[in-house]
């Protein structure tokens, strides 16, 4: 029963198109993230929903756009996708109080 | 603005020996959290052990403890016992205990277990 799981795990698309990551987690978190991990495996907080609520929203270039339709659920879509847009992108998951993240498996976004 | 610093880039350890990796911090809060994370080649990011701030004692999860030196800023993991499987990358991670639970990441460290 996986906790936090992202679609797809990798995706491989030509500049210009739009492409949507899902993320779903069945442990009750009340918050969710969007990381990106670059070529240099540096991690760095994209957007987080708390309860549905937009919380963090980083600065990000705006073709890039979440959404939560519920607490469980948080969605990433990309549009017009650039060279510079692959990377590891992962998904995580925290309940309130002090613990950890629980992270998702990542999908691998390659831009041709 | 706060900040996590790995300076090793990486580091190598013989199966069975222990090895500790170094994480600095800079922050004006008195109040958060710290943590290690593994990634092994399956990408997949793992809590390792987590430290408060607030507590002195150290953290330990089995083979894994914490060094956390509050005034130096200083939070080092050392693995006992290296085994094969411990070779990933470790990230240092920090969390204030206000406002959004937004982690600063260090760079990380790739960790080689040689046999």
């Known amino acids: 029963d996986t906790a936090v799981s992202q679609t797809p795990k990798y995706l491989v698309t030509q500049m210009g198109n739009d492409k949507s990551i899902k993320c779903e987690q069945n442990l009750g978190h009340d918050t969710m993230y969007w990381y990106k991990q670059d070529s240099k495996k540096f991690l760095k907080i994209m957007f987080s929903?708390?309860?549905?609520?937009?919380?963090i929203n980083e600065t990000v270039p705006n073709r890039f756009s979440p959404k939560s339709p519920d607490k469980a659920h948080l969605n990433l879509h990309i549009n017009s996708l650039e060279l510079g847009d692959s990377a590891v992108y992962f998904c995580?998951?925290?309940?309130?109080?002090?613990?950890?993240?629980?992270f998702g498996s990542g999908t691998r976004l390659t831009v041709v | 603005a706060q900040t996590v610093t790995q300076s090793q880039p990486e580091m190598s350890v013989q199966e069975a020996e222990t090895v500790t990796l170094s994480c600095t911090y800079d922050?004006?809060?008195?109040?958060?959290?710290l943590f290690w994370y593994k990634q092994p080649p399956s990408r997949q990011m793992i809590l390792v052990i987590r430290q408060e701030a607030y507590k002195q004692q150290n953290a330990t999860e089995n083979r894994f403890s914490v060094n956390f030196q509050k005034a130096a800023k200083s939070f080092s993991l050392k693995i006992s016992d290296s085994q094969l499987g411990d070779a990933a990358m470790y990230f240092c991670a920090y969390r204030s205990a206000e406002g959004t639970y937004k982690y600063i990441f260090g760079t990380g460290t790739r960790l080689k277990v040689l046999a």
């Open positions: 922050t004006s809060e008195s109040d958060y959290y």
């Open positions: 929903y708390n309860n549905k609520e937009l919380i």
């Open positions: 995580a998951s925290s309940p309130q109080g002090s613990y950890g993240y629980t």
